[in-house]
Structures are given as C-alpha cells and as structure tokens.
C-alpha cells in the first residue's frame, strides 16, 4: 500500500506565504499528482495538479498565480507553493497520487492514493 504523508501546514495572516510537502513512502518514478483541499462543510475541490512527463500543470480559478505545484522525484515529494494567502484558502489540504484517466485530473474521483491532510488557517 502506497502511503502519503502532507506536512507544513500552519496559521498565517493573510498575505502571507506557506509551502506544503507530500511525502510518498514508495514511488521512486513519476506519477500524476494533485493538490486538493476541504473546508469544514464544503466538499473537497481540485487546487493543482502536474503530470509526469513534461510537468505540465493545471491550477484552479481561485489560485492561479498565487500557488505553484512541483514534485522531486529523487525525493519522492510533491510540493505545493502558496502566496499571497487569502481566508478563503483556510482548509484541510491534502495530496493525491496515480490518477486513474488524464480527464479526471481535477477530479476527487480521479486518484487511487490519499494523505491525512494538513491544516491551513489563514486569518484577516
């Protein structure tokens, strides 16, 4: 079984900037990876996604230009850059892996692999 393990989440004021890392305990090759995150009483949605080959990246609405997502592969991490940090970017934020169709690569529905999460809280 493949494990996920999120880290760097914090409380900030807003304007502010955080970097989110995902640990994989055994991929050593390139994967599609993505960045999701939930709100308390909302449904999980889509941040960021890359693919593998030419590290093509996919970023929703909200975030586009504030947040940036890369991986290492020679450290098995996935990273998530944020600026610019707004309350509305408050949420659990986690890291998904392996999707399973390039059409669902913003979709909760479209990753075999999940962390726990990490707690982002940005305040005004």
């Known amino acids: 079984q493949t494990h996920l393990a999120e880290s760097g989440g914090d409380s900030v004021q807003a304007g502010g900037s955080l970097r989110l890392s995902c640990k994989s305990s055994?991929?050593?090759?390139?994967?599609?990876m993505a960045w999701f995150r939930q709100a308390p009483g909302k449904e999980r949605e889509a941040v960021a996604s890359?693919?593998?080959?030419?590290?093509?990246?996919y970023y929703s609405d909200s975030v586009k230009g504030r947040f940036t997502i890369s991986v290492s592969n020679a450290a098995n991490t996935l990273y998530l850059e944020m600026n610019d940090l707004k309350p509305e970017d408050s949420a659990v934020y986690y890291c998904?892996?392996?999707?399973?169709?390039?059409?669902?690569?913003?979709?909760?529905?479209?990753?075999?692999?999940w962390g726990q999460g990490t707690q982002v809280t940005v305040s005004s």
């Open positions: 998904a892996a392996d999707r399973h169709a390039w059409r669902l690569r913003m979709s909760p529905n479209g990753y075999k692999y």
């Open positions: 055994s991929y050593t090759y390139s994967v599609p």
């Open positions: 890359i693919e593998p080959d030419h590290k093509e990246t």
